[in-house]
T-cell receptor, first 119, second 113 residues
Framework: AQKVTQAQTEISVVEKEDVTLDCVYETRDTTYYLFWYKQPPSGELVFLIRRNSFDEQNEISGRYSWNFQKSTSSFNFTITASQVVDSAVYFCALSEAWGVTGGGNKLTFGTGTQLKVEL | GAGVSQSPSNKVTEKGKDVELRCDPISGHTALYWYRQSLGQGLEFLIYFQGNSAPDKSGLPSDRFSAERTGGSVSTLTIQRTQQEDSAVYLC???????????FGDGTRLSIL
């Protein structure tokens, strides 16, 4: 069975601070995908990134960066110089890579981390 | 529009009534998923469609829940004899193929009185 743990329920930071959102996962699959989604107050889940389990390179996109460590089953997300617009709930998710059970890439989500960025 | 469209945005109904929720995926997306988001259970997978077929229905919580997809496009999630525990936001997502990232709609907020 797959499981995603986001131990941080809520984080509050002041604008321009860096913040890291933690994600730890469990899976018996040897190949899988990891995702981060953002859910702003409007409610729509916005796709941020997908990583394949055999690609452990870290990735940077503007102020966002992701640190994937297979050895510790973690896929952490850092926002540099946070802004008020970053305030949202962030979800980490996991899926099998090949859909061998017929389930496509159904996502197993963590419980989310509420990020509040204040002026 | 270019995104996943869900209707209605909000639905309030009495316990015991049937409801239908609609999802219009992004054009050309062959894979379609339904999820449910509730305070107690978080985000849960319900069902997956590839074209008009549903290879994975494992997340449907009871036989009161059913879904169909026609023409490889629009999908309808039906809940019969609604119960208060069905209150949640029902999210639809679509992807270009089974292995592509999913793009979500705004959801339907269902409230059972």
């Amino acid at each position: 069975a797959q499981k995603v743990t986001q131990a941080q329920t809520e984080i509050s930071v002041v604008e321009k601070e860096d913040v890291t959102l933690d994600c730890v996962y469990e899976t018996r699959d040897t190949t899988y995908y990891l995702f981060w989604y953002k859910q702003p107050p409007s409610g729509e889940l916005v796709f941020l990134i997908r990583r394949n389990s055999f690609d452990e390179q870290n990735e940077i996109s503007g102020r966002y960066s992701w640190n994937f460590q297979k050895s510790t089953s973690s896929f952490n997300f850092t926002i540099t110089a946070s802004q008020v617009v970053d305030s949202a709930v962030y979800f980490c998710a996991l899926s099998e890579a090949w859909g061998v059970t017929g389930g496509g890439n159904k996502l197993t989500f963590g419980t989310g981390t509420q990020l509040k960025v204040e002026l | 529009g270019a995104g996943v469209s869900q209707s209605p945005s909000n639905k309030v109904t009495e316990k015991g009534k049937d409801v239908e929720l609609r999802c219009d995926p992004i054009s050309g997306h062959t894979a379609l998923y339904w999820y449910r988001q509730s305070l107690g259970q978080g985000l849960e997978f319900l069902i997956y469609f590839q074209g008009n077929s549903a290879p994975d229905k494992s997340g449907l919580p009871s036989d009161r829940f059913s879904a169909e997809r026609t023409g490889g496009s629009v999908s309808t999630l039906t809940i019969q004899r609604t119960q208060q525990e069905d209150s949640a936001v029902y999210l639809c997502a679509s992807s270009l193929g089974a292995r592509q990232p999913q793009h979500f709609g705004d959801g339907t907020r269902l409230s059972i009185l």
